[in-house]
């Protein structure tokens, strides 16, 4: 949990233009997102320099002011610090999505009754998928691959077909006549192909087998074959930067299906 509640590295050299895909251009939508973190009590973690971190929500926003106010606890020991910094990094979760953004000019407002942490409005948001939560079912049409030799047979080179995908790990299909993989093998040079523009090479484990599902067959609907769950191992910045902006693409599509 710590792990996901922990800021995103936006990049190893401090560019955040590298995930430039993810961050939320319009200020309309940035003050929508705001809106749905007041409204729902959204839990928001703030994190500051030194490693403290902080749960709060957020009370209200002051558009004409350009500022939005935190619940606090005056007497807290980590807002003290997190003040004293004048700067903050806040991740909060709206269903799958993970919402980071900076803090600064922060201000702790003492009041009679309660007292509150003020800061400017955000000028970025990034939004990102939380790993693991969100699994993109391509369309069997598309057939996107996973290209691997069988780690029992090295001279045997497969190309098995992508049931879903995700930040976290793939689900594959292994055939009827593929001798069988077991859970706990290590798969050290597995190569994705989601399609002609998003392809990476990666390591992956794989955690359990099952027998495919209706919906998970082939187009010709033949019976047998295998469900292969698979987790990455380390998956490289790049390489995740690439399937982090697919799985966004695929998400952005279904909404648009969806409204039509």
Not at 81 to 87: G, I, M
Not at 173 to 195: I, K
Not at 237 to 260: F, M, S, T, Y
Request: a neutral charge.
């Amino acid at each position: 949990m710590f792990e996901d509640t922990r800021p995103a590295e936006l990049d190893a050299a401090g560019d955040a233009d590298a995930w430039a895909d993810f961050r939320i251009r319009s200020e309309a939508e940035r003050l929508r997102v705001l809106r749905e973190l007041r409204d729902g009590n959204v839990p928001v973690m703030l994190g500051s320099p030194g490693g403290d971190m902080l749960m709060t929500t957020l009370w209200a926003l002051d558009t004409p002011q350009r500022r939005m106010t935190f619940s606090a606890d005056a007497g807290s020991a980590l807002l003290a610090r997190l003040v004293a910094f004048d700067e903050a990094v806040a991740v909060a979760y709206c269903d799958s999505v993970k919402l980071q953004f900076d803090l600064h000019d922060l201000v702790l407002v003492r009041g009679a009754t309660a007292s509150v942490l003020q800061s400017a409005l955000p000028t970025e948001i990034y939004r990102f998928q939380r790993r693991s939560a969100y699994r993109v079912r391509p369309p069997q049409r598309q057939a996107p691959v996973a290209r691997l030799r069988h780690p029992s047979i090295p001279e045997m080179a497969l190309t098995l077909r992508i049931l879903d995908v995700s930040v976290g790990g793939c689900a594959l299909c292994l055939p009827a006549d593929v001798p069988p993989l077991q859970a706990g093998t290590e798969l050290g040079e597995l190569r994705l192909e989601l399609d002609a523009e998003t392809q990476f090479a990666c390591a992956a484990t794989l955690r359990h087998v099952s027998s495919l599902g209706g919906a998970d067959r082939s187009p010709s609907g033949q019976p047998g074959g295998r469900r292969v769950g698979c987790e990455w191992r380390q998956l490289a910045g790049p390489a995740e930067r690439v399937l982090q902006r697919w799985i966004d693409q695929a998400q952005k599509r279904r909404r648009l299906l969806a409204l039509g």
